[in-house]
């Protein structure tokens, strides 16, 4: 079955450290994004991609970056840079063309940092 | 960038009508609605590319105002599983990426 699929679930970890999340599709997406969700204030885009080896930042890209060495993988890492960063974590990805298309979205990663 | 939807959040019994609405400052190519349970991904409901253009089924429709920046989410006849947030998302005209609004919590009561 095609999807996207984000790991882990649930992520623990203690202030000061690196944290990287997982997001891996096996749609043929070219458009890959990652979106951060907190209470109230709906999903803000932190980055995305539009093509292997490239990347823009989003709105809220401060504390955060990203690499896409291959189609189908958009990892992202939480630095220590970030102030505030326990969230519920979503990656999507699309289909690029002439006409937009719908976003598929992961189950999400829920980052706790203590 | 990110659109402004209203209202914040709605109740209604089942089987009342609601309205959702999304507005940009910016020139839209597209909008996208989804909705969102609590603790799962966002689904995909429709996506409107055309000015005026109007789509959905049975209950639920959208309409985009090309001209206006907005764009509606029409819920006829409610029923209990249409509870959860809706989201609308707008991508703007050389800008290949899909920004999303703060959310519209919808509660159905029985």
């Known amino acids: 079955d095609g999807g996207i699929t984000q790991s882990p679930k649930y992520l623990f970890r203690k202030e000061g450290q690196n944290v990287t999340l997982s997001c891996e599709q096996n749609l043929n997406h070219d458009a890959m994004y990652w979106y951060r969700q907190d209470p109230g204030q709906g999903l803000r885009l932190i980055y995305y991609?539009?093509?292997?080896?490239?990347?823009q930042k989003g709105d809220i890209a401060e504390g955060y970056s990203v690499s896409r060495e291959k189609k189908e993988s958009f990892p992202l890492t939480v630095t220590s840079a970030q102030k505030n960063p326990t969230a519920f974590y979503l990656c999507a990805s699309s289909i690029i063309g002439t006409a937009s298309t719908e976003a598929f979205f992961g189950q999400g990663t829920r980052l706790t940092v203590v | 960038q990110q659109p402004v939807q209203s209202p914040q959040a709605v109740i209604l019994r089942e089987g009342e009508d609601a309205v959702i609405n999304c507005s940009s400052s910016k020139a839209l190519y597209s909008v996208h609605w989804y909705r969102q349970k609590h603790g799962e991904a966002p689904v995909f409901l429709m996506i409107l590319l055309k000015g005026g253009e109007q789509k959905g089924h049975e209950k639920i429709s959208a309409s985009f105002n090309e001209k206006k920046q907005q764009s509606s989410l029409y819920l006829t006849a409610s029923q209990l599983s249409y509870s959860g947030t809706y989201f609308c998302g707008t991508e703007m005209w050389g800008a290949q990426k899909l920004v999303f609004g703060q959310g519209t919590r919808l509660t159905i009561n029985p």
């Open positions: 991609s539009q093509i292997v080896n490239d990347f």
